[in-house]
């Protein structure tokens, strides 16, 4: 019966989340109804010590990663900065190779910092006209921007500053540039894989006469921009993230030691010395700090074009940034609060008999990120409550904390991308396609990025490359 409680609580979530009710809302609804079901009489103190104290706990510790990701966003949209990387793209890789295309221009904004959700909005109408001229369906296009946004950048490529290679660096005490060589081989993998899959589906959709799709009459054709920033220069804050990332994680423990301590003497105020200990905190500072300075590059080299436009642009990127990691926290507390329940016990009981520890980590957060929709959720979930275990596991086995890190983050990308998750709504949203339309592509991507885990993990064994 405890059992049936936590997946009761688990298949709620996903269907509130599928049906487009708010996250923050129902998480916490599911996990205290799993309480009420088990311990009626503990529902408050659950409430108050569980479920709100991880729930800040994270809001405290990724906040500003999600804040300053998406007001970088927004400012290298408002600065004509992602407009010219993409016509820069369409010049040199050329028109022919549209798929190539897309995925380049989603794949360079991801990784340099750009918010998944506003690659989408950005990319879009440059996409649908290249797809367009090219005479290429329409229907494909979700896929390619999948492949590039949703895939080897979000999670696979090392020093990737989206949240889902952030998350784990506090849980194992790494950074965002673990397990390099794994890292670079998953992604050249998935990019590889879902290229070649998605050419063929462009050349199988061409050869039987299909064309762009009966939308092309009601869409208006994208007015060509003049004056638009040089490539170069569009590209150099991306470039200083990713520099400044490095940089950062390379230096911050030489500057600060093992731990900082602010001390009464240095501020009177104080009632108590607070010790911060650095090794948990390095990868979301060098991010942070690289996001920083990319948001003053942007703002130094653009302010022209920004200034008009940059008090409201900055409130919709507040807006969207409090959203994401509230939906994240929520389902982070709703994780604290499950994993304390006696049905979790046969859940995580049955996952331990997973003899490989790589693999026990894989599926558990991968199954999780799928129920979920939400890989940065899925993944909070499984480390709230199995962080303990993965991390013994892996250290029984003699396998790195490194290797744990690019594992676990690689399975938050992977099944997440169920026809549920928010960025595949938003995609399709955008794109104005459907799931019967277009879903069978993204679909196909996330069975690509699954299988690319698990390659990974043999890669692992087989070489021993870190």
Not at 184 to 208: C, D, Q, T, Y
Not at 318 to 334: H, R, W
Not at 381 to 407: C, S, W, Y
């Amino acid at each position: 019966m405890s059992f049936l409680i936590v997946l009761a609580a688990l298949v709620f979530l996903m269907l509130a989340a599928y049906r487009g009710y708010s996250v923050i809302l129902f998480a916490p609804v599911a996990a205290l109804g799993a309480v009420l079901l088990t311990d009626p009489g503990a529902v408050a103190p659950v409430f108050s010590g569980i479920f709100m104290e991880k729930m800040v706990g994270f809001v405290k510790l990724y906040f500003p990663v999600f804040l300053l990701g998406a007001v970088f966003g927004k400012l290298i949209e408002l600065s004509g900065f992602s407009e010219a990387i993409v016509v820069a793209a369409i010049k040199y890789i050329g028109r022919s190779r549209a798929n190539a295309v897309i995925v380049a221009v989603c794949a360079l904004l991801t990784y340099g910092g750009v918010s998944l959700f506003v690659v989408v909005f950005a990319v879009y109408p440059f996409a649908a006209e290249l797809y367009r001229q090219s005479n290429i369906p329409k229907r494909l296009m979700p896929g390619a921007i999948a492949l590039g946004a949703f895939s080897f950048t979000m999670d696979s490529l090392p020093g990737t500053p989206q949240i889902q290679n952030i998350i784990p660096t506090t849980f194992f005490k790494t950074t965002g540039w673990a397990a390099p060589w794994l890292g670079v081989i998953g992604s050249l993998f998935i990019l590889v894989v879902g290229l070649s899959f998605l050419e063929w589906r462009r050349r199988a959709a061409m050869a039987s006469g299909e064309g762009y799709g009966a939308t092309a009459a009601k869409e208006a054709t994208r007015a060509a921009s003049t004056g638009l920033p040089h490539p170069l220069l569009s590209v150099a804050p991306l470039i200083l993230v990713g520099v400044a990332n490095f940089v950062l994680t390379k230096h911050i423990p030489g500057w600060y030691g093992e731990s900082y301590a602010l001390t009464t003497q240095a501020l009177p105020g104080l009632h108590a010395p607070v010790a911060v200990p650095i090794k948990t905190v390095i990868g979301i500072w060098a991010v942070e700090g690289a996001l920083l300075m990319g948001i003053l590059l942007v703002v130094a080299t653009a302010f022209n074009r920004i200034r008009s436009s940059f008090a409201e642009g900055t409130k919709a990127a507040v807006g969207g940034a409090l959203l994401a990691a509230m939906n994240t926290a929520s389902e982070y507390g709703f994780g604290g609060v499950i994993a304390s329940l006696p049905g979790f016990l046969v859940v995580s009981d049955a996952l331990r008999s997973v003899p490989n520890p790589l693999v026990n980590a894989a599926v558990s957060v991968s199954s999780l990120a799928g129920i979920t929709g939400s890989a940065s959720g899925g993944m909070s979930i499984a480390l709230a409550a199995m962080a303990d275990t993965f991390v013994k596991g892996a250290q029984a086995a003699n396998i790195p904390l490194e290797v744990l890190h690019r594992v676990v983050a690689m399975a938050s990308g992977g099944m997440d991308t169920l026809p549920h998750n928010g960025a595949v709504i938003t995609l399709l949203a955008v794109t104005g396609l459907t799931h019967r339309e277009s879903y069978k592509e993204i679909f196909a991507i996330t069975l690509i990025k699954t299988t690319a885990v698990f390659f990974v993990i043999a890669v692992y064994y087989l070489t021993g490359l870190v």
